[in-house]
Structure formats: C-alpha cells, structure tokens
C-alpha cells in the first residue's frame, strides 16, 4: 500500500483574460467563494467554485498579499489553487481615484433608481469599487 503524505504548499495561479497575475507558492489561499469565503491549506479536497467579488488573500510564511478578484472560478486541489478570474487586481495596480469614482456613480444610481436601470449592475459596480477600496486601505495600513 503507497503511503501518501500531504503537501506541504500550495501552486497558485491566478490568471485573468488579458494576463497571468500570480504563480508562487504559498502556505495558504483564501478566496471569496459563491458559498462565502473560502480558506484553502495544502491537502484540500477537490473542488471546484464560483467565483464572486471580493477580496482574495494568500499567505507565505508571515507574509500576506491581497487582491480585488471578481468572478471566475477557482479550481482546487490538494497541491494547487488555480483561480480563473474576468478581474484580479493587486492593491498597488489599483487606481484610487478611479475606484472612488465608480463608487460615487454607483451611490448616485442607486439613490436616484430609474425605470431603464439595471440595479443589479449598479449594484455589482459598488460591490467592486468598495473591495478595491478595501484592499488599498488593508495594504496601506499594514505598511
């Protein structure tokens, strides 16, 4: 009979349509899943989820990064993590002023609701605004 022992890391890689973000090893994944968020240590069973809007975190040793991650999908496995994501954003790729902005258009629209309006989208728009805010300031106060 094989004796099969656990990993002892992880393979991350994150990848979004236009490119190839993360590919590290890591002791640990966090991933804001459909069913919430979702912590990930090497020997996870396997799993496949969705993806939603929300902060992604991966620790090496003490070390923590952060990004702003929306939609895609996450693959596990019990030496890997592979997130598929239509945006993945670190906290120093994301534009301040821009995300303040889509902020305030997504306040106004949802105060101000019209008949054609898409209060989903609107909705979803302020959901990602206020992670990419989140990481920012997370990032911002650890330095």
């Given at each position: 009979?094989?004796?099969?022992?656990?990993?002892?890391?992880?393979?991350?890689?994150?990848?979004?349509?236009?490119?190839?973000?993360?590919?590290?090893?890591?002791?640990?994944?966090?991933?804001?899943?459909?069913?919430?968020?979702?912590?990930?240590?090497?020997?996870?069973?396997?799993?496949?989820?969705?993806?939603?809007?929300?902060?992604?975190?991966?620790?090496?040793?003490?070390?923590?990064?952060?990004?702003?991650?929306?939609?895609?999908?996450?693959?596990i496995l019990?030496?890997?993590?592979?997130?598929?994501?239509?945006?993945?954003?670190?906290?120093?790729?994301?534009?301040?002023?821009?995300?303040?902005?889509?902020?305030?258009?997504?306040?106004?629209?949802?105060?101000?609701?019209?008949?054609?309006?898409?209060?989903?989208?609107?909705?979803?728009?302020?959901?990602?605004?206020?992670?990419?805010?989140?990481?920012?300031?997370?990032?911002?106060?650890?330095?």
């Open positions: 009979m094989a004796d099969y022992t656990l990993p002892k890391r992880l393979t991350l890689e994150i990848v979004t349509p236009d490119r190839a973000l993360v590919r590290e090893t890591v002791d640990e994944v966090q991933v804001p899943a459909a069913e919430g968020y979702m912590g990930i240590l090497p020997g996870h069973t396997p799993l496949l989820a969705t993806l939603q809007v929300g902060q992604l975190m991966y620790r090496t040793g003490q070390q923590q990064t952060l990004l702003h991650v929306a939609f895609g999908f996450v693959e019990p030496d890997r993590v592979t997130v598929l994501a239509q945006v993945a954003e670190r906290a120093e790729d994301i534009d301040v002023a821009r995300a303040e902005a889509a902020k305030k258009r997504a306040e106004e629209r949802i105060a101000k609701p019209v008949s054609e309006m898409d209060f989903e989208r609107a909705r979803i728009a302020m959901m990602k605004s206020l992670i990419r805010l989140q990481v920012v300031s997370r990032v911002r106060t650890r330095v």
